[in-house]
């Protein structure tokens, strides 16, 4: 039996922020106590989220110690002026042609703040840290990323008490797809690629949320410390399930549908879909939960589909949940561009635990497209490939008919949130020394 460990954990999303940044290391201090590993979190006391979803506070158990440190948020006084801009940028929404105020708010944002707008925290953080007597009972410091800023706290910490590092990315760093139009200056550039050097190099273990990503930081780090655990999904309670029983065919998409996610081919498919059948016309519909961009909004009416595509906006997850389980076949979506194909969104776990069939459409050698095939949870199509995504509808429809499977889920199980922890703590307790 290994040897209990002790955990501090500093990462900026923590209830009541929502979104799929929080829920990670919401749900690994869930059950890492059940795994020999006792974690204390600390966050920000006073933060500037985009969005809001008190519900996931309930998921805090009890007997974890979370210490809230407080920040001073850029965003918040600038968003008295520029609300919009603002809310978009802490998203990651980056403008392909930014007006002046928000190109402006851009180039502060790359160049002054590097390596993003919550380096302020990092100074507070460190001051409470310093000020903890038990600092060095603590086996190991985790920060997560983004924000990257957090990752300099352990950088910090890790470099002056004889305590072992994790840095976890659920994003890229310097190969996130907004960081070339974040109008860099050459010495802001070179900052960024030397401190991801540094932090991959001096931590002693490194996690991605992909393979493709732990790939590229392994180049950085060496592949010996450099490991990929997926986020996962937690699972339903029976109790909790509404299912709105309907007699339509609806097809649903959970999460944000930027501009760069744009899925012209789907649109073209629906189009020709609704025209060619009266029947399918009839009782296909698509459900948008989460931010749309304009751009797609207007992708979707100027083929005239507003009859078929409800766009939601963003709900609360457990309401987002409820509308995954509702439905008939699950979208996911990701940018065609090379650079995401290394980017798994957290809502396609949950889509495999309903084991209704998923619609993924993204790059080519998409990680995703791995996953679904050993999962047999559901389809790939390149985003712009609308002859392929029109025949896999219909044939999804057909199947919708006659009330025969399409897909034969397997080995799902292996993506819950509460494996992914063992997973975590394995790794934990195999770099401790």
Same mark, same amino acid.
């Given at each position: 039996m290994p040897k209990p460990l002790k955990v501090l954990i500093f990462s900026y999303y923590w209830p009541p922020a929502g979104g799929p940044g929080v829920q990670r290391w919401l749900y690994f201090a869930k059950y890492l106590g059940s795994c020999g590993v006792t974690p204390t979190i600390v966050v920000p006391q006073g933060a500037h989220y985009p @969005?809001?979803?008190?519900?996931?506070?309930? /998921?805090?158990?009890?007997?974890?110690?979370?210490?809230?440190v407080s920040i001073t948020e850029p965003y918040? &006084?600038?968003? &008295?002026?520029?609300?919009?801009?603002?809310?978009n940028l802490s998203r990651g929404i980056?403008?392909?042609?930014?007006?002046?105020?928000?190109?402006?708010?851009?180039?502060?944002?790359?160049?002054? &703040?590097?390596?993003?707008?919550?380096?302020g925290w990092v100074r507070r953080a460190?001051?409470?840290?310093?000020?903890?007597?038990?600092?060095?009972?603590?086996?190991?410091?985790?920060?997560?990323?983004?924000?990257?800023?957090?990752?300099?706290?352990?950088?910090?910490? #890790?470099?002056?008490?004889?305590?072992?590092?994790?840095?976890?990315?659920?994003?890229?760093?310097?190969?996130?797809?907004?960081?070339?139009?974040?109008?860099?200056?050459? &010495?802001?550039a070179k900052k960024h690629q030397l401190l991801e050097q540094m932090v991959c190099? @001096?931590?002693?273990?490194?996690?991605?949320?992909?393979? #493709?990503?732990?790939?590229?930081?392994?180049?950085?780090?060496?592949?010996?410390?450099t490991h990929c655990i997926t986020n996962g999904y937690e699972p339903m309670a029976v109790q909790e399930l509404v299912v709105d029983k309907h007699s339509g065919f609806v097809m649903a998409h959970v999460g944000a549908l930027l501009a760069e996610r744009n899925p012209a081919g789907l649109w073209l498919a629906i189009a020709r879909l609704v025209a060619a059948s009266p029947?399918?016309?009839?009782?296909?519909?698509? @459900?948008?939960?989460?931010?749309?961009?304009?751009?797609?909004?207007? #992708?979707?009416?100027?083929?005239?589909? @507003?009859?078929w595509v409800n766009i939601r906006g963003y709900l609360p997850h457990h309401q987002a949940r409820q509308v995954q389980w509702?439905? /008939?076949?699950?979208?996911?979506?990701?940018?065609?561009?090379?650079?995401? #194909?290394?980017?798994?969104?957290?809502?396609?776990?949950?889509?495999?635990?309903?084991?209704?069939?998923?619609?993924?459409?993204?790059?080519?050698r998409w990680d995703v497209h791995e996953i679904l095939t050993q999962t047999q949870t559901g389809f790939f199509a390149e985003s712009l490939d609308d002859q392929r995504i029109e025949s896999l509808l219909w044939s999804l429809w057909?199947?919708?008919q006659s009330g025969a499977p399409l897909t034969n889920p397997i080995d799902t199980e292996r993506y819950t949130r509460q494996n992914k922890t063992v997973q975590l703590a394995n790794l934990l307790h195999e770099f401790t020394v």
């Open positions: @969005q809001i979803d008190e519900a996931l506070s309930l /998921d805090i158990p009890s007997e974890i110690k979370v210490h809230r918040r &006084w600038i968003s &008295w002026c520029l609300p919009s801009a603002t809310k980056v403008p392909k042609k930014p007006g002046l105020i928000p190109g402006l708010l851009l180039w502060i944002r790359g160049n002054f &703040w590097v390596p993003d707008a919550r380096i460190l001051h409470w840290a310093n000020s903890q007597s038990d600092l060095d009972t603590y086996d190991w410091i985790i920060t997560t990323g983004p924000p990257h800023s957090v990752h300099l706290i352990g950088a910090e910490l #890790s470099s002056k008490y004889p305590l072992k590092w994790l840095a976890d990315f659920r994003d890229p760093w310097t190969g996130i797809h907004y960081h070339s139009k974040l109008r860099l200056l050459p &010495w802001a190099r @001096q931590a002693d273990l490194i996690i991605a949320t992909s393979p #493709s990503t732990a790939s590229s930081l392994a180049l950085i780090a060496g592949s010996d410390k029947e399918f016309s009839a009782h296909f519909s698509l @459900q948008l939960v989460g931010h749309v961009a304009d751009s797609v909004v207007a #992708s979707i009416e100027a083929l005239g589909l @507003q009859s509702s439905a /008939d076949v699950l979208l996911l979506v990701e940018a065609s561009q090379p650079w995401a #194909s290394e980017i798994i969104p957290g809502k396609f776990f949950e889509y495999m635990e309903t084991h209704k069939p998923i619609l993924a459409l993204g790059p080519d057909q199947h919708h």
